[in-house]
């Protein structure tokens, strides 16, 4: 049912390459463009799309490798790239990663800050040009098209202030980000509460990850999940200075809110109720959510569409963790690479007689196995994960090539194009399961009960009831979205992040919670004299 949406994002494409590009000199022009309505929707709305996924390094919300999702996994105590002799070290880029070690001129880092701001400017300009040609559109297409790329700017504009803190706020098409003013992080999260809370009633309400007309769109469900999201990270994001040891409360930072005052935590249950409201419920099958063809989840919000013969975007996380012998099973190649922490695998419980039942959903572990067959390695002998082996540095260990337990979860495309990196799963962004335990987290901050939420998580699973307690909502947290690019959000806002874990030492110079946030990129600085860097580091 993919091939629904083909036509919109075929054309969206064929617009953006021929409208965008200034120095195109075959450009048409612009009246010979936009005669209908649709002309107005391809090119202003539906061509932002074609950058929510990507095959690219540092492009794409998740999928590809040196970006958004890398910068929130692989930073902490979930997951990690050891350095495997000669393999992965990368001038270091990986292991800088886990240890906070992040270079302000760092070409990763800017690329992923070009890449979310090219977007927002894409969204500037389809906001002009739905303006210019006002007069094709009916009064209500007017609302709702201007709404839906109001809310995609509104979502790169989160990654942006929840990666870099202080930012350029750029909201026309006449401003550019080299001569914008910075905004504080306050400024820049009221900014997108009220986009969102603007636009959402005028979104639509169908659910983004089915196939048909909303499939792959931002809907009203993903605004209302990105306000909770919004809303459950309020203590961090409406912080001036993170680096002054002091935070504001929660149940004293209010939003209005449909015409009420609530607090951020009375606010995120708000939201998360909304989401329920809309018909989101758990699957009753943990993996379904990841199979090769999910669009009929009842349990994934908003999602990347991938197809193997529509796309561009890939997912090239299974290549990236596997072992080559593991990879050559499936018929494909792989970078074993990517690992489970050891901490990790302990929250899970490996290694005692009470696992949850997640690690296999999630890992890769100890004797492989594909189609009930030992994976054997060049000398024969069985290919085996060993969990509590990795270390960021492998090189001289006896298990340099498999330590560590490899990415699972996303089941197996075995006709995907590219080594397996372009399969037809759609890659999930946001999930329900993700709304309760917000909503479990916002109650128990807010000196409420939380046990019923976690518990039809867990038991989902058929994991046995907890009390809703922070530690046990952050553990569960992991066990529940590993792998979904959630953790540093995760871990700043419990206070961790800043913290030693696993086997990271954090040194004393981090204690001023500085590496929250990244560096503003060097190059962007050069770019805008107006920028300041972060408070931590060296500009």
């Given at each position: 049912?993919?091939?629904l949406?083909?036509?919109?994002?075929?054309?969206?494409l064929?617009?953006?390459?021929?409208?965008?590009?200034?120095n195109?000199?075959?450009?048409l022009?612009?009246?010979?463009?936009?005669?209908?309505?649709?002309?107005?929707?391809?090119?202003?709305?539906?061509?932002?799309y074609n950058?929510?996924?990507?095959?690219?390094?540092s492009?794409?919300?998740?999928?590809?490798?040196?970006?958004?999702?890398?910068?929130n996994?692989?930073?902490?105590?979930?997951?990690?790239?050891p350095?495997?002799?000669?393999?992965?070290?990368?001038?270091?880029?990986?292991?800088?990663?886990?240890?906070?070690?992040?270079?302000?001129?760092?070409?990763?880092?800017?690329?992923?800050?070009?890449?979310?701001?090219?977007?927002?400017?894409?969204?500037n300009d389809?906001l002009?040009?739905?303006?210019?040609?006002?007069?094709?559109?009916?009064?209500?297409?007017?609302?709702?098209?201007?709404a839906?790329v109001?809310?995609?700017?509104?979502?790169?504009?989160?990654?942006?202030m929840?990666?870099?803190?202080?930012?350029?706020?750029?909201?026309?098409?006449?401003?550019?980000t080299?001569?914008?003013?910075?905004?504080?992080?306050?400024?820049?999260?009221?900014?997108?509460?009220?986009?969102?809370?603007?636009?959402a009633?005028?979104?639509?309400?169908?659910?983004?990850?089915?196939?048909?007309?909303?499939y792959?769109?931002v809907?009203?469900?993903?605004?209302?999940?990105?306000?909770?999201?919004?809303?459950?990270?309020g203590?961090?994001?409406?912080?001036?200075?993170?680096?002054?040891?002091?935070?504001?409360d929660?149940?004293?930072?209010?939003?209005?809110?449909?015409?009420?005052q609530m607090n951020?935590?009375q606010a995120?249950?708000?939201?998360?109720?909304?989401?329920?409201?809309?018909?989101?419920?758990?699957?009753?099958?943990?993996l379904?959510?990841?199979y090769?063809?999910?669009?009929?989840?009842?349990?994934?919000?908003?999602?990347?569409?991938?197809?193997?013969?529509?796309?561009?975007?890939?997912?090239?996380?299974?290549?990236?963790?596997?072992?080559y012998a593991?990879?050559?099973?499936f018929?494909?190649?792989?970078?074993?690479g990517?690992?489970?922490t050891?901490?990790?695998?302990?929250?899970?419980?490996?290694?005692?007689?009470?696992?949850?039942?997640?690690?296999?959903y999630?890992?890769?572990?100890?004797?492989?196995?594909?189609?009930?067959?030992?994976?054997?390695l060049?000398?024969?002998?069985?290919?085996?994960?060993?969990?509590?082996?990795?270390?960021?540095?492998?090189?001289?260990s006896?298990?340099?090539?498999?330590?560590?337990?490899r990415?699972?979860?996303?089941?197996?495309?075995?006709?995907?194009?590219?080594?397996?990196?372009?399969?037809?799963?759609d890659?999930?962004?946001?999930?329900?399961?993700?709304?309760?335990?917000?909503?479990?987290?916002?109650?128990?901050?807010n000196?409420?009960?939380?046990?019923?939420?976690?518990n039809?998580?867990r038991?989902?699973?058929g994991?046995?009831?907890?009390?809703?307690?922070l530690?046990?909502?952050?553990a569960?947290?992991?066990?529940?979205?590993?792998?979904?690019?959630?953790?540093?959000?995760?871990?700043i806002?419990?206070?961790?992040?800043?913290?030693s874990?696993?086997?990271?030492?954090?040194?004393?110079?981090?204690?001023?919670?500085?590496?929250?946030v990244?560096?503003?990129p060097?190059?962007?600085?050069?770019?805008?004299?107006?920028?300041?860097?972060n408070?931590?580091?060296?500009?």
């Open positions: 049912m993919k091939y949406l083909r036509p919109l994002l075929f054309m969206a064929i617009s953006l390459t021929g409208c965008l590009d200034e195109s000199k075959d450009r022009d612009e009246q010979q463009v936009y005669t209908t309505d649709k002309d107005v929707y391809v090119n202003a709305v539906a061509t932002l950058y929510i996924g990507g095959d690219k390094d492009e794409g919300l998740q999928g590809t490798y040196r970006g958004v999702y890398d910068y996994t692989f930073t902490t105590d979930e997951a990690i790239i350095i495997r002799g000669g393999d992965w070290y990368d001038g270091g880029f990986w292991i800088d990663l886990y240890t906070h070690n992040w270079a302000e001129d760092s070409k990763p880092l800017y690329d992923t800050w070009k890449y979310l701001y090219k977007v927002i400017v894409f969204s389809g002009s040009t739905i303006e210019r040609h006002k007069q094709l559109l009916t009064d209500e297409q007017y609302k709702t098209y201007k839906e109001r809310a995609i700017r509104a979502l790169y504009y989160y990654y942006l929840d990666m870099f803190g202080n930012i350029p706020l750029v909201t026309t098409v006449n401003e550019d080299e001569n914008a003013e910075q905004a504080s992080r306050p400024e820049v999260y009221k900014f997108i509460v009220k986009e969102l809370q603007e636009v009633p005028l979104l639509p309400t169908g659910h983004s990850n089915h196939a048909g007309v909303y792959g769109r809907t009203r469900s993903v605004a209302n999940f990105l306000l909770a999201k919004l809303m459950l990270n203590e961090v994001y409406s912080d001036a200075d993170w680096t002054d040891n002091q935070r504001p929660g149940r004293q930072t209010y939003f209005t809110v449909d015409g009420q951020i935590w995120c249950k708000y939201y998360c109720d909304k989401v329920t409201a809309d018909g989101f419920t758990l699957a009753p099958d943990y379904s959510n990841f090769v063809h999910n669009e009929d989840s009842p349990e994934n919000i908003f999602i990347i569409p991938l197809d193997k013969h529509l796309y561009k975007s890939q997912f090239q996380y299974l290549f990236r963790s596997r072992h593991h990879g050559g099973a018929g494909t190649s792989s970078e074993n990517a690992s489970a050891v901490s990790t695998v302990r929250t899970f419980g490996y290694g005692t007689n009470h696992v949850d039942n997640r690690y296999a999630n890992l890769y572990s100890d004797t492989v196995r594909v189609d009930g067959n030992i994976i054997r060049e000398n024969g002998q069985p290919l085996v994960y060993v969990p509590l082996a990795v270390e960021p540095t492998l090189t001289n006896p298990y340099i090539k498999t330590a560590g337990a990415m699972a979860k996303y089941e197996v495309d075995r006709t995907a194009f590219n080594d397996g990196k372009s399969p037809d799963n890659i999930v962004l946001f999930r329900y399961a993700d709304v309760l335990l917000m909503k479990a987290e916002a109650e128990v901050r000196g409420e009960n939380g046990d019923r939420e976690l039809l998580v038991s989902r699973s994991m046995g009831y907890r009390t809703a307690t530690d046990n909502i952050l569960e947290r992991l066990m529940e979205l590993m792998w979904e690019g959630w953790r540093r959000n995760d871990l806002r419990f206070d961790r992040f800043h913290q874990y696993d086997q990271r030492t954090a040194p004393a110079t981090e204690a001023d919670r500085h590496t929250i990244f560096p503003i060097s190059r962007a600085l050069d770019l805008n004299e107006k920028l300041k860097q408070k931590g580091y060296q500009s």
